[in-house]
């Protein structure tokens, strides 16, 4: 009988907030290819990751962490282990967690599963879009590190689901109690990429960037782009949950400085709304499911006081799908849904 499992997969978190460890953290992070890819000879950015900006970036990195830290530890790792502990417990078959970079390794976890006999496993990344840098990173190395360890493993992967209806609804369902709040504006702001992985991921080579309103102008090559992605997600949240178009906008955040990035950029807009009249702010991350420093720390924190000293009044972050009900839901039916796929091909092929 085959033996079937789920492996959450999401970015991960240094060990502790000592430098040493978010050194060691950023060093693997910021060493992965897909994420800083250039310059494309490896050994300069072995030099660029490890000798300019890990260094530098290293002790701002582990001030921050501290500023979002709990008891338990890392909120990433925290309320993803919650997620895994609830999904399991709406579940016949093993529900495993992992992390890109850091603990509980994929590696590490592969074996695990492997060695409990599991023969068909779902992989489902905890990212709603596709971006080099994090979904397909993250699928990759599950792949690359399988074939070392369980090379007959049966894997699937849960594609990105931006425009699913009902992630979409379970979006809607959990920033519902904050859009009854009295607001002026609504920002959907959502992790940023350089301008150059958007044309790179274009296998066409002849939309991103040179079609005129290329998101929003159908292409096969909206499958591996992030803003195109994105851009569908907040169009259907916004007309899901009915808003006024005049009250809401998208921006990008956590950019680095060397190139091009996705604009507008959210700090910008957290100087520019106030400005225009929007003194009460709701922020919703929808590139995120799960809190972390992002979100905690460079909105919650660092927004809320950038956007108050420009004049607004009032700010509020729109908390993540986390473990919410609605969140674990979406996650069982899927899995459900794959569960069956797997059950009616054995029926076929017996």
Same mark, same amino acid.
């Given at each position: 009988m085959s033996q079937r499992a789920?492996?959450?997969?999401?970015?991960?978190?240094?060990?502790?907030?000592?430098? $040493? &460890?978010? #050194?060691?953290?950023?060093?693997?992070?910021?060493?992965? =290819?897909?994420?800083?890819?250039?310059p494309a000879n490896g050994f300069l950015r072995w030099i660029l990751v490890n000798g300019i900006i890990t260094p530098f970036r290293s002790p701002k990195s582990a001030h921050a962490y501290t500023s979002v830290w709990t008891a338990e530890g890392s909120p990433l790792i925290t309320i993803s282990k919650h997620t895994q502990k609830k999904l399991?417990?709406?579940?016949d078959l093993p529900v495993e967690l992992a992390m890109n970079y850091g603990n509980p390794s994929?590696?590490?976890?592969?074996h695990k599963i492997a060695a409990s006999g599991v023969d068909h496993l779902?992989?489902?990344?905890?990212?709603?879009?596709?971006?080099?840098?994090?979904?397909?990173?993250?699928?990759?190395?599950?792949?690359?590190?399988?074939?070392?360890?369980? $090379? &007959?493993? #049966?894997?699937?992967?849960?594609?990105?689901?931006?425009? =699913?209806?009902?992630?979409?609804?379970?979006?809607?369902?959990?920033?519902?109690?904050?859009?009854?709040?009295?607001?002026?504006?609504?920002?959907?702001?959502?992790?940023?990429?350089?301008i150059r992985h958007l044309t790179k991921a274009d296998s066409s080579h002849a939309h991103c960037q040179m079609v005129a309103d290329c998101c929003n102008t159908c292409s096969p090559a909206h499958s591996t782009c992030y803003k195109a992605q994105v851009t569908r997600t907040t169009q259907a949240f916004a007309k899901h949950a009915g808003l006024d178009p005049a009250k809401w906008s998208m921006s990008f955040q956590s950019r680095l400085v060397g190139e091009p990035?996705?604009?507008?950029?959210?700090?910008?807009?957290?100087e520019r709304l106030p400005k225009i009249g929007k003194k009460r702010l709701l922020v919703i991350t929808p590139a995120f499911v799960t809190d972390c420093l992002e979100t905690l720390e460079e909105i919650q924190m660092q927004g809320a006081e950038a956007y108050k000293a420009a004049g607004g009044e009032w700010f509020e972050h729109i908390p993540c799908l986390n473990d919410q009900p609605v969140w674990i839901n979406f996650l069982t039916q899927r899995v459900q849904r794959w569960e069956q796929s797997i059950v009616e091909k054995v029926a076929v092929a017996e």
């Open positions: 789920v492996l959450l997969l999401n970015l991960g978190s240094p060990e502790s907030t000592s430098v $040493p &460890d978010v #050194k060691r953290y950023l060093r693997e992070f910021l060493g992965d =290819d897909r994420v800083i890819d250039r399991q417990q709406c579940l994929i590696p590490d976890v592969l779902l992989l489902f990344p905890q990212y709603p879009h596709y971006a080099m840098s994090s979904w397909e990173t993250v699928v990759a190395k599950v792949h690359r590190e399988a074939a070392k360890i369980a $090379p &007959d493993m #049966k894997i699937q992967c849960v594609q990105p689901y931006f425009a =699913d209806d009902d992630y979409i609804a379970a979006l809607v369902e959990s920033a519902r109690p904050y859009l009854t709040k009295p607001h002026d504006h609504l920002l959907f702001s959502y992790h940023g990429l350089p990035w996705i604009s507008p950029y959210t700090d910008y807009e957290f």
